[in-house]
């Protein structure tokens, strides 16, 4: 199947990209003193924002920022010189009455003394533990088994997430992370900074920009894997938490809940660099730096990689950059799949039906060009009967209304999976069950 090149503004891929601050850790928007009122700064247009669907809704403006030295307040409405006189009298006779209140509380506190013989009652023993299932038990099984990834390649350095996918079995360890977060990359470009601040320098193994998925291999054993969950299990509404290194900020933990399911996302400034999702959606907060790191389930099992939020267009073009409670997670299922590939050959396969879709048509569902080499001979599509011209309205029953819909469709399954395709052909419909092939 061809791939349309991406749609306009709207997605963001959450890789962290700028200089090196104090420490090692890349962050062009933060501030030599995070705290310290500041601009708000955009970080690089082609950094971590990658354009796509148009928002459709206006930036809102960021807040000013705090003035340390604000200005004298405006002087309050003037009354007449009698009632202001009358306040200042008023105010006179207060302050004269509470001073001697005053001193006649004090000499009776003096008269008393003071009791040594009082102590406080002591706090009663806390305890660290949680129960199972919170936020907080979920973390602090998890975050020693998510890593930090500083990267440093020929457009500069960048930031990213990753976590512990199992063992080599010859004495290293396997680390799943976004393609975007160690794409362009030198050879020794990847550290891999651990939980415990120990580093250690990473090799990639594979990648594939398409599921914008990479392994990454590091030389250290004393690791523990995260567990993967079915992410076809996952509903919507479902608890979850993000794990990650947002803005180079290691260890952080946010939690949200599945807000929808089966989300196309495409992401990447081409065709040749373009990534297909079918998309766990989420509001907990992913950042730029999180990439690549887990989306969790209640049982702290892994359910997705993030990978993109949606971004508001600036008043001058360019992405609001951060969180706004739309971030994008690769399923486990597809994860899992692709790092196996990419583990066992260093490139992943990709199901497809071979043939090219209409990027103009702006009808109902998706049109295959109406040329006769759009559909490929003897390829998956052919052999089922698919033909130039003919319109595809849905996916096992599953409406589509864009090439990306349909691409991600197909690209979540695996060769030799059987999908049928509900066909609009002249005046009719037809279902056409279509065996999917792998590319290459």
């Excluded at 992401?267 to 690549?292: F, K, L, R, W």
């Excluded at 399954?413 to 065996?435: A, C, H, I, K, N």
Aim: glycine share 14%.
């Amino acid at each position: 199947m061809s791939t349309p090149p991406p749609p306009g503004d709207g997605w963001s891929r959450p890789r962290h990209d700028g200089p090196d601050q104090p420490g090692g850790w890349a962050d062009p928007a933060a501030p030599a003193d995070p705290w310290a009122p500041q601009r708000p700064q955009q970080p690089p247009a082609d950094a971590w924002w990658q354009p796509q669907h148009p928002a459709g809704h206006d930036a809102f403006p960021p807040p000013a920022p705090h003035d340390p030295h604000p200005p004298a307040p405006a002087p309050a409405r003037r009354g007449s010189p009698a009632r202001w006189i009358g306040a200042g009298s008023l105010a006179l006779v207060l302050g004269v009455a509470g001073g001697f209140a005053g001193g006649l509380l004090q000499d009776e506190l003096a008269d008393r003394g003071t009791n040594p013989s009082v102590s406080l009652p002591s706090p009663s023993a806390g305890s660290t533990q949680r129960p199972a299932g919170t936020v907080a038990a979920i973390a602090a099984a998890a975050l020693p088994s998510v890593v930090a990834l500083q990267v440093q390649g020929q457009e500069g350095s960048g930031t990213g997430s990753g976590f512990v996918l199992d063992a080599t079995g010859d004495g290293g360890t396997f680390v799943l992370t976004n393609d975007h977060v160690v794409a362009g990359a030198y050879r020794d470009g990847v550290v891999v900074v651990f939980q415990d601040g120990r580093q250690a320098p990473g090799t990639v193994v594979g990648a594939d920009t398409s599921y914008d998925l990479a392994v990454v291999r590091v030389e250290r054993t004393d690791l523990t894997a995260l567990p993967f969950g079915d992410s076809d299990a996952v509903v919507v509404g479902d608890p979850v938490v993000a794990v990650g290194a947002p803005l180079g900020l290691q260890g952080t933990v946010t939690e949200g809940i599945v807000s929808a399911l089966n989300r196309p996302v495409t992401a990447g400034e081409s065709a040749s660099d373009a990534s297909y999702i079918q998309a766990i959606q989420t509001d907990a907060a992913i950042n730029p730096g999180n990439s690549g790191g887990p989306l969790l389930n209640s049982a702290g099992q892994v359910i997705g990689i993030n990978s993109a939020i949606a971004a508001l267009p600036g008043a001058d073009g360019q992405a609001a950059s951060g969180s706004i409670g739309l971030g994008f997670s690769i399923p486990s299922e597809q994860a899992r799949r692709t790092a196996e590939q990419l583990i066992r050959t260093g490139r992943a396969v990709h199901p497809v039906i071979k043939v090219s879709l209409d990027r103009t048509y702006e009808g109902q569902g998706v049109r295959i060009v109406d040329e006769a080499e759009a559909v490929e001979p003897g390829g998956p599509g052919d052999r089922a009967g698919l033909r130039p011209g003919d319109v595809v309205l849905s996916i096992d029953g599953r409406p589509v209304t864009e090439p990306a819909e349909l691409i991600v469709d197909i690209r979540a399954r695996e060769p030799g999976d059987v999908v049928t395709l509900s066909v609009r052909r002249g005046g009719e419909t037809v279902d056409v069950p279509v065996t999917l092939e792998a590319d290459g």
